[in-house]
């Protein structure tokens, strides 16, 4: 039994190869010891507490297959990070042949946007599959939700007997069919439907939306995830959506939304930050302030004027535009944010807080039915910030 839990205490951190039986032992223990224990640095430099995947390129796709065969994909993506962040991994990602070798998640597609200008043609070129493989993952997993919730644009006070599936009031159409039960299939088998007929729209009436990104560097996941849903919602006819990105300069990517690849090869991740530059940018896009929605996907960390900031968001609010503040936009949980400046934003009556990608769906349904976001964020378990917090 003890030799059993030294085993498995070897594995988890590392342990002397030969101390461990079996050649997967070892081989998993190395791959630990590289990136956890003792040995040499990115550079070649011993060091203590540091593992090493040396400069080699094939001792790297050695040690990421290793991984990938030990680990389920979720550990394997924290190792990956935990080799860009320890051992300078992202150095090792300008050679095509290691790409075909990782496990691809959106902290990956960061890093690759993050590096694009300094990558030789033919890896770049790997690259954006890499890209474009992550971003038809996501698109699966989020654009049907998200397309339905964007589309709430129902009116539920009008009945159709012809409605499409997704607008099917299924109680009432169950409760008109009852009298068609099989009691043999234990099931109603409904000859007429009964659903919510659509609201007809035109162009001039239909909502904005302005997506606000910051693309400083610790902002890489939000902008991954707000662009797959700036070009969702681009897809569909019951909005216009818009894209800005920014840190200390302006980026209006509304043009390239049909192809959300093209659009996260136009981001430039790091830099400074202004967000007032940017806010004033996407106040000038704004045509029916009534009618538009500025979601601004920020921690705050303000590098220019925060008074001139906070005035003109007031000025927003003010003129009637449904202003919402994430932190963050991610997978991740409680992000980095400016406490003061998030209390100030918070005092206008602007909610202010981080939601998952899961959750962003019903949070655009929300703001789009200009419902109270901050009821809303407290019925799905989200802390939000309090004024002058």
């Given at each position: 039994?003890?030799?059993?839990?030294?085993?498995?205490?070897?594995?988890?951190?590392?342990?002397?190869?030969?101390?461990?039986?079996?050649?997967?032992?070892?081989?998993?223990?190395?791959?630990?010891?590289?990136?956890?224990?003792?040995?040499?640095?990115?550079?070649?430099?011993?060091?203590?507490?540091?593992g090493?995947?040396?400069?080699?390129?094939?001792?790297?796709?050695?040690?990421l297959?290793?991984?990938?065969?030990?680990?389920?994909?979720?550990?394997?993506?924290?190792?990956?990070?935990?080799a860009?962040?320890?051992?300078?991994?992202?150095?090792?990602?300008?050679?095509?042949?290691?790409?075909?070798?990782?496990?691809?998640?959106?902290?990956l597609?960061?890093?690759?946007?993050?590096?694009?200008n300094?990558?030789?043609?033919k890896?770049?070129?790997?690259?954006?599959?890499?890209?474009?493989?992550v971003?038809?993952?996501?698109?699966?997993?989020?654009?049907?939700?998200?397309?339905?919730?964007?589309?709430g644009?129902v009116?539920?006070r009008?009945?159709?007997?012809?409605?499409?599936?997704?607008?099917?009031?299924?109680?009432r159409?169950?409760?008109?069919?009852?009298?068609?039960?099989?009691?043999e299939?234990?099931?109603?088998?409904?000859?007429?439907?009964?659903?919510?007929?659509r609201?007809?729209?035109?162009?001039?009436?239909?909502?904005?939306v302005?997506?606000?990104?910051?693309?400083?560097?610790?902002?890489?996941?939000?902008v991954?995830?707000?662009?797959?849903?700036?070009?969702?919602?681009?897809?569909?006819?019951?909005v216009?959506?818009?894209?800005?990105c920014?840190?200390?300069?302006?980026l209006?990517l509304?043009?390239?939304?049909?192809?959300?690849?093209?659009?996260?090869?136009?981001?430039?991740?790091?830099?400074?930050?202004d967000?007032?530059?940017?806010?004033?940018?996407?106040?000038?896009?704004?045509?029916?302030?009534?009618?538009?929605?500025?979601?601004?996907?920020?921690?705050?960390?303000?590098?220019?004027?925060?008074?001139?900031?906070?005035?003109?968001?007031?000025?927003?609010?003010?003129?009637?535009?449904?202003?919402?503040?994430l932190?963050?936009?991610s997978?991740?949980?409680?992000?980095?944010?400016d406490?003061?400046?998030?209390?100030?934003?918070?005092?206008?009556?602007?909610?202010?807080?981080?939601?998952?990608?899961d959750?962003?769906?019903?949070?655009?349904?929300?703001a789009?039915?200009?419902?109270?976001?901050?009821?809303?964020?407290?019925?799905?378990?989200?802390?939000?910030?309090?004024?002058?917090?």
């Open positions: 039994m003890n030799e059993e839990r030294e085993r498995r205490w070897r594995l988890a951190v590392g342990g002397e190869d030969e101390a461990l039986s079996s050649s997967d032992d070892q081989r998993l223990s190395g791959a630990l010891t590289m990136l956890y224990g003792e040995g040499d640095g990115p550079d070649g430099a011993g060091g203590k507490g540091r090493g995947l040396g400069r080699s390129a094939p001792s790297v796709a050695r040690w297959g290793d991984i990938r065969q030990f680990f389920p994909t979720p550990v394997v993506q924290v190792l990956q990070k935990d860009m962040d320890r051992l300078g991994l992202q150095q090792m990602l300008l050679e095509p042949e290691l790409l075909g070798a990782i496990e691809a998640d959106v902290n597609v960061a890093t690759l946007i993050s590096l694009r300094v990558m030789p043609a890896t770049k070129a790997i690259a954006r599959e890499v890209i474009a493989k971003v038809a993952a996501l698109m699966e997993r989020l654009e049907k939700k998200t397309a339905e919730a964007v589309r644009a009116d539920r009008r009945r159709t007997g012809r409605p499409r599936f997704s607008d099917i009031d299924w109680p159409t169950i409760q008109a069919n009852l009298r068609h039960y099989q009691a299939h234990r099931t109603v088998v409904p000859e007429r439907l009964v659903g919510f007929m609201r007809q729209r035109r162009l001039a009436d239909l909502d904005e302005v997506l606000c990104v910051d693309q400083s560097g610790s902002m890489a996941p939000s991954v995830y707000a662009s797959i849903f700036a070009a969702v919602m681009a897809s569909l006819p019951t216009k959506t818009k894209l800005v920014f840190d200390t300069a302006i209006d509304t043009d390239d939304l049909a192809d959300p690849v093209e659009v996260l090869f136009g981001v430039q991740l790091g830099g400074g930050t967000i007032n530059q940017a806010v004033a940018y996407c106040e000038g896009q704004i045509e029916t302030p009534a009618k538009s929605h500025l979601i601004l996907i920020t921690d705050l960390y303000e590098g220019g004027d925060s008074a001139a900031l906070v005035a003109r968001l007031a000025r927003l609010v003010g003129s009637g535009v449904n202003v919402v503040t932190l963050a936009l997978d991740e949980g409680r992000p980095a944010y406490p003061r400046l998030s209390g100030r934003v918070a005092a206008l009556g602007i909610p202010v807080f981080a939601c998952t990608p959750q962003f769906p019903d949070l655009m349904a929300a789009l039915k200009r419902e109270d976001v901050l009821a809303w964020a407290a019925k799905a378990d989200i802390k939000a910030i309090r004024a002058d917090a």
